[in-house]
């Protein structure tokens, strides 16, 4: 892979994360910063789109300006990037109240999970629905069964089909002589009691759902994490490495575990369809990998689930984090790809995938970071994106406030036209601030119709076997246009049949073979007009 990014820099005359080296660009329309009255830790933890393009955010905010501690925070942001309103939650002077996760309905109402704080130390799960001014319409606040103990919403989705909310998160059972458990609630739109609740427990351990969504035909998809003995010891001995998650939401008693990741599949009764799991007991056994997590669950391509998560290493001493992202089939039986992305540089790599959403065309975001600590950047905001056949990379935008500050992409939406809003946090500690929550908009890819006048080549990568995207397409040729494949060799490997101002090549050699899969480069020309060339990626299952 690294060879291939190479000889893209060499063809191309700059340097492109491989296999980013299609003719259709984002452009980012806007960028959004919330600081708090406190000037202190404001974070943006999810972040959902209306149908006309409004742009909702839920997070938390420091109120220690007016005696008060973490405060729920809901934005909502215009499709230009005009604020229009803000709501803040406060349980009681004394409390911290987190909002983690956020959804909107068709009318443009949203609905934001947390957890809210309660005497004695605990909490409980928090589910508020707004409309679309910001209005409270309902509030639904939900105790862990053991008196006293946790209760945690993660994220909540919207089933519009089926008129309900289901929200993910977990809840401690000390009444069952257990740490805690992973939980999934199903509520009505319209408010009320919870039509049921899956308790989940894996080992007697600490469990947690962190992301939920629904799939096409309305069952329920979650991923998170579970418990599972930490046989090997490690985990204690490099606990203060963990900096991706809320550590109040930890008992100190669980820090000799270590953690796996799990994806489940219900049925809209709640019934388990299928359950997996990823992690260093069951997919490398005896190996160097732990607390492995899943933070954000998408319905992918064809009824696929892609998850999104943090897998840690464990080296030379060190505590490293590496990006997963994986797909499963529909059915859980077959893992359809994985990436494991390893960018990080420095003392403690990390690269950290959070949550993640599908693209009109079944192309997976994933929002996360990457720390360089040899260059002193301790955290770079990344938003990749990964061709749903095969799990290549295809597009990747980064973000650094500067040296030594933390730039963190936390969640991604995708709206109609392929464009994408992410919500963040940086660190702003250059301007004597905590985090301030940061919001960035893009546009979608640029089309033939929108690109006149320049040559538009796409998808790229593109995976000849697929009805979409199974042909490699040229618009806005010029007159008279001869288009040819190239090996990065130099040797031909097709001449495109160009009909007006368009091409397609339908991935075969000239003798009518596959194209073996690899990164081949393009040519057109015509008369009178330059020379143009590109890379293209060839990718088969």
Known sequence: MRRAALLIALVTGGWLAAPDVRAEGYQLLW???????????????????????????????????????????????????????TRTHNSFPGGMDLGFGIAVDSGG?????????????????????????????????????????QAVFRDV????????????????????LQSGNALLVKVPMGGGVPVWAVDADGHGLWDEFLSVAVAPNGDVLVTGYEGVLDLFGIMAAYWPAIIVRTSSMYNPTLLSIDEDLVVCRYGPSGSPVWRRTYGSLNDIPLSRYTWDSGYGVSSGHGDSVVVSGTVARIGNGLANFDRLVRAWSGDGNSVLWTRMIDKGEGTYMTDAGFRCATGPDGRVLVAGYTAMTDSYRFGVLTLEQFDPSSGFTIHEDGYSGGYFLVDEGRSVAVDSSGGYVMAAIQYRTDLTQGYDALIRRWSGPAVPAQTAGRIVAY?????????????????????????????????????????????????????????????????????????????????RP
């Open 31 to 85: 960028t959004a910063t919330y600081d708090g009255p406190a000037h202190r830790d404001d974070h943006a933890e999810d972040i959902a789109l209306d149908p006309a393009g409004n742009v909702f955010v839920a997070g938390w905010t420091d109120r220690s300006d007016i005696g008060e501690d973490l405060n729920i925070l809901v934005l909502k942001y215009s499709p230009t990037g005009t604020l229009l309103w």
């Open 109 to 149: 109402n949203c609905y934001v999970a947390g957890s809210v704080s309660i005497t004695g130390g605990a909490s409980e799960g928090w589910l508020r629905k707004y409309d679309t001014n910001g209005n409270v319409l309902w509030t639904l606040e939900y105790p862990s069964p053991s008196a006293g103990d």
């Open 157 to 176: 989705a919207v089933d519009e089909a089926g008129g309900n909310l289901y929200v993910a998160g977990c809840q401690g059972r000390g009444d069952l």
């Open 459 to 539: 998808p790229n990568p593109f995976d000849p076997g697929k009805a979409v995207g199974g042909v490699f397409k040229f618009a806005n040729l010029p007159p008279r246009a001869n288009v040819r494949i190239w090996s990065l060799a130099g040797l031909l490997v097709s001449r495109v049949e160009v009909r007006g101002a368009g091409a397609a090549w339908d991935g075969r050699t000239g003798n009518g073979s596959p194209a073996a899969p690899g990164m081949y480069y393009y040519t057109v020309e015509a008369p009178g007009a330059k020379r143009v060339t590109g890379i293209v990626a060839v990718v």
